[in-house]
């Protein structure tokens, strides 16, 4: 069984604005594996950060299996990009019916605060929110960043 003919039948890939970024690779999770947990209830993000690490994943989903298996090959992996700001950057749909994504990009430093098993950041350096509507993570980024102010902290928002 291929991830690609199940769990990843409908993907979008969301190109980095800029060097220093991942791109995003979201999963449409079926409805009959979907979960609450997930995020909108069906989409699962991978944080892609190279070129080669695309094309391990490529394969990682077209491989043939026994049985279904959770597609996080890189949600484990350290980033390699992980710098010493805050770093905050929209990723648009690439189709009408897809959603918006935030993404934040936090140093070390945040990571290592949460139990190293924990699933809160995404290769120990991302967080990423998704949502139905550009107008919806409009407002959650302003509360994002309102919040990080209230507590001293300052991100760098990145335009793309």
Wanted: a negative charge.
């Amino acid at each position: 069984m291929r991830l690609l003919d199940s769990l990843a039948a409908s993907y979008r890939h969301y190109m980095r604005g800029i060097e220093g970024l991942p791109g995003i690779h979201l999963l449409d999770i079926p409805e009959r594996f979907a979960s609450r947990t997930l995020p909108l209830g069906r989409y699962y993000p991978i944080m892609v950060e190279t070129e080669l690490e695309r094309i391990e994943l490529d394969h990682f989903l077209r491989v043939d299996r026994p049985q279904l298996v959770v597609p996080d090959l890189l949600d484990r992996r350290p980033s390699s990009l992980q710098g010493n700001d805050i770093l905050i950057s929209h990723y648009d749909p690439t189709h009408p019916s897809w959603p918006w994504l935030l993404l934040c990009q936090w140093p070390r430093i945040f990571a290592e605060a949460v139990p190293a098993d924990s699933d809160f950041f995404a290769r120990q350096a991302y967080t990423v929110e998704i949502f139905s509507t550009s107008l919806d993570r409009a407002a959650a980024t302003k509360h994002l960043l309102a919040s990080l102010a209230e507590n001293g902290l300052a991100a760098i928002f990145i335009e793309r």
